[in-house]
């Protein structure tokens, strides 16, 4: 039989150090492999099961030529809302940023990525609402978008927020914009 035990608060914070964190850079000539399951694994997405979600944050610069960027991965259920934050992101990402430069953010899931959201804008400040939506058809996923996160505040606070992996701004048929915050 087996035995079914809640999980404690040190149990959760070693979940929370086993955490993938990478931290590299992206140049043109490397190949992306894309965020994936171990070798050997299904990585087809099935209702209710866990899958593999990275979240890669870098500079706002043409992430063509090459970029440092972390890597941050979780597993979430397929079919459920799900939330994950970078503890300290603020603080490590923006305030204690040497250049002050924009950060930008992709979310993958298999070899699909969405386009890039800032997280950290200069001239706006921050964007503390990325939401990430992943299309999946039989288990593969077919794309991922980022949601209307202008809900969140009035007209004045929403940017245009959504840019290309050439730091150029993406004219899309789904939501572009989010609400900022000013940095403070």
């Not at 399951?37 to 979600?53: D, F, H, L």
């Not at 990430?132 to 058809?137: C, K, P, R, S």
């Not at 606070?157 to 609400?179: I, M, S, V, W």
Request: overall charge positive; hydrophobic content about 30%.
């Amino acid at each position: 039989k087996h035995k079914t035990t809640k999980p404690t608060h040190n149990s959760m914070r070693s979940l929370y150090l086993l955490t993938l964190l990478l931290i590299g850079n992206a140049a043109a000539s490397d190949e992306w492999g894309g965020c994936s399951v171990a070798e050997g694994k299904s990585s087809v997405v099935k209702r209710k099961k866990t899958t593999p979600v990275c979240l890669t944050v870098g500079g706002d610069e043409d992430w063509g030529t090459g970029v440092d960027y972390k890597r941050f991965s979780f597993a979430p259920k397929a079919d459920e809302y799900s939330r994950f934050t970078i503890q300290g992101s603020y603080q490590s990402l923006v305030r204690m940023s040497q250049n002050n430069k924009d950060v930008t953010v992709f979310a993958s899931s298999q070899t699909s990525l969405s386009f890039l959201r800032k997280y950290y804008d200069t001239k706006f400040g921050i964007f503390p609402h990325l939401t990430a939506i992943i299309d999946v058809h039989k288990g593969q996923v077919q794309g991922i978008a980022w949601d209307n996160a202008c809900v969140f505040c009035a007209d004045e606070r929403c940017a245009e927020n959504t840019y290309g992996f050439d730091a150029q701004g993406a004219r899309l048929g789904e939501p572009t914009k989010g609400c900022y915050l000013t940095k403070k």
